[in-house]
């Protein structure tokens, strides 16, 4: 089935440093890649819906200049964390979907395998 | 309230227990409906769709009643391996969000 790499699973970085997630779909053209955040015991809140090609949409509460999203191709799209700090310090995973799937054909959604980042 | 509430748990559960969680979601326009597993610390995986008939995959039978807004998951049978948390997921394509998760619910299996 289709593969969702994401990388690292873990960072440990020192406050005010900025920290590169990667996600990549690994056999499938992925025209909308999803950003999750969760803390622990919480849900996956949806931080930003990244479209190949153009500017992410961010969700309400979430800082796009703090929080920033890259999806230069069809299977690679970044979130850096700029400037960390200990509250950003939280499970990160991302969620691909095939370019000519619904999110509701649940077989069409795939994840990561998140990236846990520790802020010291 | 929650677009999807979940009731958090922790269930702690013996081996061979059946167990339920429950799901309800707030608008109404949702569209489909998913259990997802999660262990800890790892990506969400896929359980099962949810449908008004109801399904059932083995030990696990979702169930949807869309007049209450509510959804359920019975697992008969528990086993160690069962251990996880279980989020309800609620699509609606209404939503910009699309994909709603719950909260999600904590099942420990006991030997």
Known sequence: ?120 | RKEVEQDPGPFNVPEGATVAFNCTYSNSASQSFFWYRQDCRKEPKLLMSVYSSGNEDGRFTAQLNRASQYISLLIRDSKLSDSATYLCVVFSSGSARQLTFGSGTQLTVLP
């Open chain 1, 1 to 120: 089935g289709a593969v969702v790499s994401q990388h690292p699973s873990w960072v440990i970085c020192k406050s005010g440093t900025s920290v590169k997630i990667e996600c990549r779909s690994l056999d499938f053209q992925a025209t909308t890649m999803f950003w999750y955040r969760q803390f622990p015991k919480q849900s996956l809140m949806l931080m930003a819906t990244s479209n190949e090609g153009s500017k992410a949409t961010y969700e309400q509460g979430v800082e796009k200049d703090k929080f920033l999203i890259n999806h230069a191709s069809l299977t690679l799209s970044t979130l850096t964390v700029t400037s960390a700090h200990p509250e950003d310090s939280s499970f990160y995973i991302c969620s691909a979907r095939d370019g000519t799937g619904e999110i509701a054909t649940n077989e069409k959604l795939f994840f990561g395998s998140g990236t846990q980042l520790s802020v010291l």
